[in-house]
């Protein structure tokens, strides 16, 4: 009778215990409130930056020196330019024209991918790799997202 009265005040013991701990330290679940409006400040001092179009456009294509230098497109207002570098070891340089003139050149290492956001829209109508190092062919993948 003693062992059975020993076990009912254990297991309440324990019962008021894991009550207070939940109660305490809350049970592992919460409620967002609820949130109806949400108002942004533009100041000149701390801009956010708004976006002017939508992109609409996309170009995406691997070039390969020797075999594919450049690559021509209808002009995109870019607002974000990528570029990865080749994965196979080589570092290779790339630039960015609008109307055959360069308005970006730059150097990729092997692996390494470079992302432009842009603040204002660039006209863009080709992109090249010039050059590479290290291997006898290099290849540059380029990402071009705009309106």
């Known amino acids: 009778m003693k062992r059975l009265h020993r076990w009912t005040v254990t297991l309440l013991a324990t019962a008021a215990l894991v009550t207070i701990v939940v109660l305490a330290t809350g049970s ?3 409620v967002a409130a609820k949130v109806d409006s949400v108002f942004v400040t533009n100041t000149s001092s701390d801009p956010v930056p708004v976006a002017q179009q939508v992109a609409t456009k996309h170009v995406s294509r691997l070039l390969e020196t020797g075999t ?3 690559f021509s497109f209808p002009e995109i207002k870019a607002s974000l330019i990528t570029a990865s570098g080749d994965p196979f070891g080589g570092v ?7 109307g055959g003139t360069t308005l970006l050149r730059f150097r990729i290492a092997s692996n390494e991918r470079v992302v432009l956001p842009l603040t204002q829209p660039l006209p863009v ?6 050059d590479c190092f290290g291997r006898t062919f290099c290849f ?6 705009g309106s």
């Not at 290779?92 to 609008?98: E, F, L, P």
């Not at 540059?140 to 997202?145: D, G, H, K, L, P």
Request: hydrophobic share 50%; aromatic share 4%; proline share 0%.
């Open 28 to 30: 592992g679940s919460a």
């Open 68 to 70: 594919e230098d450049s």
């Open 92 to 98: 290779v340089n790339v630039s960015v024209k609008s």
């Open 125 to 130: 109508d080709e992109i090249a790799v010039i």
């Open 140 to 145: 540059a993948e380029f990402n071009i997202v």
